[in-house]
C-alpha cells in the first residue's frame, strides 16, 4: 500500500483563489516532500520539508509538517491557470533510500 | 547537462516478451530509482540503488530486474510481460547525502497486450 494519501481527490478553483492539498502518512519519516506532473509528463520538485521543521515557504507555495499527526498540507496562494496539474506528496524514510508516493490530487485552476 | 533521460518513450509488448527500460543520468547520482504509475494513481517504487553494484527491491518489485554495472545507467527489465505491466514508468535520481530532491525522467509509456 502507499505511504501517503492525498485529500481530496481532484480539487477545483478559480484563478486568483488559494488551494489547499492534504497529506497523511504512515511511518516515521525523514522529510515530506511536494511534486507536481502536468498532463502526461514527469514529475518535478516543488519544496521539501524535513521532519524537525514546521512550515516552509516557497514562492506562492506554504508547506506544514505535523510529525504528531503525520500529516501535512500544501498551500498555493493565488492560483493561477498555470498550477492546474496533479500534485504528490511523497515521503522519505529514516533510512533515506527511497521516496514514498502518495496518490495525488489533481487540481483545476479555471481562468 | 540532459538529466535522467529514458528509452524508448513508448513501446507495445506481446504478452511473454521481454525488454529493457533503459534510463541514464548524467548528474553523477548516487540513487536511482524505477517507479510505475498506473492511471490516476500515484507512483509506485518497483526498484532502486544507492550506488553501483547496490540494488534492492521496492513496493512492486515482482516481474522486474535491475542491475547497476555504472553510476550513470540503471535498466529495467521486464522478464515475461504481463498485461497487468502496463503503465507509464518513471526513473529518477538525486545525490547521497542531504540533498535529497529527485530528478525524474519523461517516462516510458508500456502497453502489453
Known sequence: SQQGEEDPQALSIQEGENATMNCSYKTSINNLQWYRQNSGRGLVHLILIRSNEREKHSGRLRVTLDTSKKSSSLLITASRAADTASYFCATMDTGRRALTFGSGTRLQVQP | ?113
Open chain 2, 1 to 113: 547537462n540532459a538529466g535522467v533521460t529514458q528509452t524508448p518513450k513508448f513501446q507495445v509488448l506481446k504478452t511473454g516478451q521481454s525488454m529493457t527500460l533503459q534510463c541514464a543520468q548524467d548528474m553523477n547520482h548516487e540513487y536511482m530509482s524505477w517507479y510505475r504509475q498506473d492511471p490516476g494513481m500515484g507512483l509506485r517504487l518497483i526498484h532502486y540503488s544507492v550506488g553501483a553494484g547496490i540494488t534492492d527491491q521496492g513496493e512492486v518489485p515482482n516481474g522486474y530486474n535491475v542491475s547497476r554495472s555504472t553510476t550513470e545507467d540503471f535498466p529495467l527489465r521486464l522478464l515475461s510481460a504481463a498485461p497487468s505491466q502496463t503503465s507509464v514508468y518513471f526513473c529518477a535520481s538525486r545525490t547521497g547525502g542531504t540533498q535529497e530532491t529527485q530528478y525524474f525522467g519523461p517516462g516510458t509509456r508500456l502497453l502489453v497486450l
